[in-house]
């Protein structure tokens, strides 16, 4: 894919209306798509802002049958609020314990560290990732968590409740470590209130919940929650990655930060519904699809806040004097409108073989939770071949080194992938260069029929009638005037596509290729950006152009150039590995048709007209400035 080719060069000459339309499609073409793409990635996936207000969901929040509790308070009721009498059932047994107690539960994939306090998890490590400082990855956000709540506390609509059972200190079944399989069961007791949750886990990233809170005998309605996003946000812009994912009936939707509200309520039917970022996610598969309800919550965090309040030599240093910097946090939670809430929770990357094998009750799997946003199916297969490539290419990660050179074929992947792209695009930018080659055989009749009608402007009526002369001597000749087009017209989906996946999957995350310590994140040194800089305008400089106006020839010579440096300058560097090696494949490319018969007419054909040209002059008898081919 590689080159930002002229594909007009075929086009009409002479300077009228008619001139370059095959140019001018493909720069509609092109910066239609990328502007679309701007206001796609808007709307799905926006930058790091301070959020507008919330956006109301379809359905009212679901509110419980009667008052829970004493809002603030942290607390639970035990006597009426408005008569000060005490409830009529009778107080249960107490069942608390005596002080905070940690349980480590652990397989190969993850550890998580429950404390009995709120029977919560308060860290979640995933043990195959780490963060940028190299240290085993947490998804427990703890600045954020500590805000609004950790994963597995309990929503209960009512704020005192709600303090309540995340303040309360349970009894564990167990203390210690816990390897899986196995389970962990809490319970707390106090006057009417009673609750358990139960939590089974196996070899996978997903745990099984049970959850069941009692008032006066009665269910609770009380949601699971992970309620404060995750803790591979490293930077402000990663937060803006934040989504609600949801799939009912076997339809997937992708909701970004922007269109979701706080406490708002969601009721079901769900196949699996929860929170993800850029590469990590939490999704609650319920037991019963039918009964399942999804609280959304948003809140916002000052990251200069959160990093100053981390312990010396974590995190970035902060300037104590720092704006506050507001990113958004999203969390979810779900439970059963009986109370009684079942369910799975999956914790873990969004990578495509562990998501294929995570199912829902209903059947469904995980795999639409990576999306590869608006040219998705195109960069899932792009994925899938660079996949295929990385699998036949990679060593076993069976030890450290082993691993390093895993990571680091990532970089030779796309580098084979290119090679392939390029090879099957091939015969098209042959037949474009054919269609150009047909196209300046017959530009002299063509520039006949504009000398007749004295190239009119394009208000001028007489100028419908010289395009449809032109249009049908094209149709006679057997010439297309798009034809130069279709090999861009394929190549920028392809290009915007390998963007976006670069960007979604786990896979590059922190894959390192020689000074690039991370593929899905921009060149440091912004190399890789100067040399697509240099190879695109080589690759302009030696594909031939005639019948292009010179002013619109300097200006693709230098624009297009110019466009791919600031497109590879701040973005995904595996984005410009893919860029530079297909500019220097078609330079290769460029060279040896250059030497063909065909490469040699088209240049005797650019000759002819930068000589016609330096005859007529521009009318101040200056030749016109123009890049030709070269050998």
Same mark, same amino acid.
């Given at each position: ?31 239609? *798509? ?6 796609? !990635? ?13 956006v ?13 509790g ?10 009426? %609020? ?7 059932? =009778? ?30 998890? #308060?860290?979640?490590?995933l ?15 703890d @600045? $954020? ?9 309990l929503?209960?609509y ?6 309540g059972?995340?303040?309360? &200190?349970? #009894? ?11 389970s ?21 990233? $997903?745990?099984?919940a ?13 949601? &699971? ?22 799939m ?19 009721? @079901?039917?769900?196949?699996? $519904?929860?929170?993800?970022?850029q ?11 039918q009964?399942?309800?999804?609280a ?7 990251v200069?806040? #959160? ?14 004097? =720092? ?22 929770l ?5 990578? #495509?073989?562990?998501?294929?094998? *995570? ?35 990679? %060593?076993?990660a069976?030890?450290a ?25 091939? /015969? ?14 017959i ?25 449809a ?14 034809? @130069? ?8 989906p392809?290009?915007? $596509? ?24 921009a060149? /440091?040194y912004?190399?890789?950006p100067? &040399? ?6 080589? *690759? ?6 005639p019948g ?8 693709? =010579? ?11 300058w ?12 297909g ?19 088209l ?8 000589? &016609?040209k ?10 016109? !400035? ?6």
């Amino acid at each position: 894919m590689a080159e930002f080719r002229n594909p007009n060069a075929a086009g009409p000459g002479g300077g009228g209306p008619q001139d370059n339309r095959s140019l001018l499609l493909m720069m509609v073409v092109m910066f239609g *798509v990328i502007f679309g793409l701007q206001i796609w !990635r808007a709307k799905h996936n926006p930058q790091t802002a301070s959020p507008a207000a919330p956006v109301a969901q379809t359905t009212a929040a679901a509110q419980p049958a009667a008052p829970l509790g004493s809002a603030g308070t942290g607390t639970f009721p035990t006597a009426n %609020p408005a008569t000060g009498t005490t409830p009529s059932v =009778a107080t249960m047994p107490t069942v608390q314990a005596a002080a905070e107690a940690t349980t480590v539960v652990e397989n190969d994939l993850y550890r998580i560290t429950f404390s009995n306090r709120g029977a919560q998890a #308060v860290s979640w490590i995933l043990k195959k990732y780490t963060d940028n400082e190299g240290k085993p990855l947490d998804l427990v956000h703890d @600045g $954020a968590a500590k805000q609004f709540g950790f994963p597995l506390s309990l929503y209960a609509y009512d704020s005192g409740m709600t303090t309540g059972l995340a303040q309360a &200190l349970y #009894v564990p079944s167990s203390t210690g470590t816990l390897n899986a399989p196995g389970s962990l069961t809490f319970h707390y007791a106090a006057g009417n209130v009673v609750v358990q949750k139960t939590f089974s886990f196996d070899n996978t990233y $997903a745990i099984h919940a049970d959850t069941l809170v009692t008032q006066n005998g009665a269910p609770v309605r009380t949601l &699971l929650a992970w309620p404060a996003g995750f803790g591979d946000a490293e930077n402000a812009l990663a937060y803006a990655g934040a989504q609600v994912d949801t799939m009912s009936g076997g339809k997937e939707d992708h909701e970004s930060f922007k269109k979701i509200s706080s406490g708002n309520t969601l009721n @079901g039917p769900f196949d699996w $519904a929860g929170v993800s970022d850029q590469y990590f996610a939490a999704i609650f598969l319920p037991d019963s699809v039918q009964g399942a309800s999804l609280a959304t919550f948003h809140h916002e965090i000052d990251v200069n806040k #959160v990093q100053r309040s981390l312990s010396p030599g974590q995190g970035i240093p902060v300037k104590p004097n =720092a704006k506050p910097i507001l990113v958004p946090v999203l969390g979810t939670a779900l439970g059963d409108a009986s109370g009684h809430t079942l369910t799975r929770l999956f914790v873990g990357p969004k990578a #495509v073989n562990v998501l294929g094998t *995570v199912q829902s009750s209903s059947g469904e799997t995980l795999k639409p939770l990576l999306d590869f946003g608006f040219f998705g199916p195109i960069g899932k297969y792009l994925f899938l071949a660079l996949r295929a490539i990385h699998s036949a290419i990679a %060593p076993a990660a069976n030890s450290a080194i082993a691993f390093t050179k895993y990571n680091r074929s990532w970089g030779w992947a796309i580098i084979l992938l290119t090679i392939t792209i390029n090879l099957v695009l091939l /015969p098209l930018r042959v037949q474009g260069m054919k269609s150009m080659l047909k196209m300046q055989r017959i530009q002299p009749e063509l520039d006949k029929i504009k000398a007749r009608y004295k190239n009119p402007k394009a208000t001028d009526p007489k100028a419908a009638e010289m395009n449809a002369e032109i249009m049908a001597y094209q149709k006679t000749q057997g010439v297309s005037m798009f034809g @130069g087009c279709v090999p861009m017209l394929i190549q920028l989906p392809l290009l915007f $596509a390998f963007f976006s996946m670069l960007t979604k999957v786990v896979e590059l995350r922190q894959a390192h290729f020689f000074w690039l310590p991370d593929l899905s994140a921009a060149d /440091p040194y912004h190399i890789l950006p100067i &040399l697509m800089l240099i190879t695109s305008f080589v *690759v302009q400089y030696y594909t031939p152009s005639p019948g292009v106006d010179p002013q619109q020839q300097k200006m693709m =010579a230098f624009m297009m150039p110019a466009f791919s440096m600031y497109m590879t300058w701040n973005y995904a560097s595996g984005l410009a590995i893919y860029w530079v090696t297909g500019n220097l494949i078609m330079m290769a490319q460029q060279a040896i048709t250059n030497r063909t018969a065909m490469g040699r007419e088209l240049r005797e054909i650019a000759a002819q007209r930068a000589k &016609l040209k330096a005859t007529t002059g521009t009318g101040m008898g200056v030749a016109p !400035r123009t890049i030709q081919g070269r050998r």
